[in-house]
């Protein structure tokens, strides 16, 4: 079975533009998340959709935000890039997300940089 | 959530076992312990869940004392390839941590030759 799949694996942007990242989770998986990780305050969620509707949410700022399509696969975007933003993003899908027995999977993960 | 406590660091021989402790004294009764690591880069990679049982898989094995306050992941022949930052999460049910893992600062185990 394919893992969950990141789509591009590096970006490069400039303050003020805003991205787009993909996620293709696991064939049957129905739940993605995604997370920031940076050296100084390490890996943090973000959101967690499940069936297309956002259903978790960590302290993030509007500028972040996401979509799931019918198919499971998730976008996430962020508009008016900052240069605190540049990190590794990482989506994980899980096949409901709503039992502490229901195991995350990750991608290898979107190196954003923004200059 | 409950909070984790684990060393920041550990060395390790290769072929010998690794052992990573990890402290989670305010674990309520249905909170499950993970053990996840992340090698240089790459996204975090699932190694062992349990509640209150020992549980061995093909990557670990994990000891969950009897108070559950404490565990330890147990890398029977420790190679080079699993050095890399080992994330102990204690995850609660509920909604609240729906599709969320809470990642501290972890352990970085050093693999010697």
């Known amino acids: 079975k394919a893992g969950v799949t990141q789509t591009p694996r590096y970006l490069i942007k400039t303050r003020g533009q805003q991205v787009t990242l993909s996620c293709s989770p696991i064939s049957g998986h129905r739940s993605v998340s995604w997370y920031q990780q940076t050296p100084g305050q390490g890996l943090q969620f973000l959101f967690e959709?499940?069936?297309?509707?956002?259903?978790n949410k960590g302290n993030f700022p509007g500028r972040f935000s996401g979509r799931q399509f019918s198919n499971s696969r998730s976008e996430m975007n962020v508009s008016t890039l900052e240069l605190g933003d540049s990190a590794l993003y990482l989506c994980a899908s899980s096949l409901a997300g709503d039992r502490p027995t229901d195991t995350q999977y990750f991608g290898p993960g979107t190196r954003l940089t923004v200059l | 959530d409950a909070k984790t406590t684990q060393p920041p660091s550990m060395d390790c021989a290769e072929g010998r076992a690794a052992n990573l402790p990890c402290n989670h004294s305010t674990i309520s009764g249905n909170e499950y312990v993970y053990w996840y690591r992340q090698i240089h880069s790459q996204g975090p990679q699932y190694i062992i869940h349990g509640l209150k049982n020992n549980e061995t898989n093909e990557m670990a094995s994990l000891i969950i004392t009897e108070d559950r306050k404490s565990s330890t992941l147990i890398l029977p022949h420790a190679t080079l390839r699993d050095t890399a930052v080992y994330y102990c999460i204690v995850r609660p049910p509920g909604s609240t941590s729906y599709g969320k893992l809470t990642f501290g600062q972890g352990t970085i185990l050093t693999v010697h030759p």
């Open positions: 959709y499940f069936s297309e509707t956002q259903r």
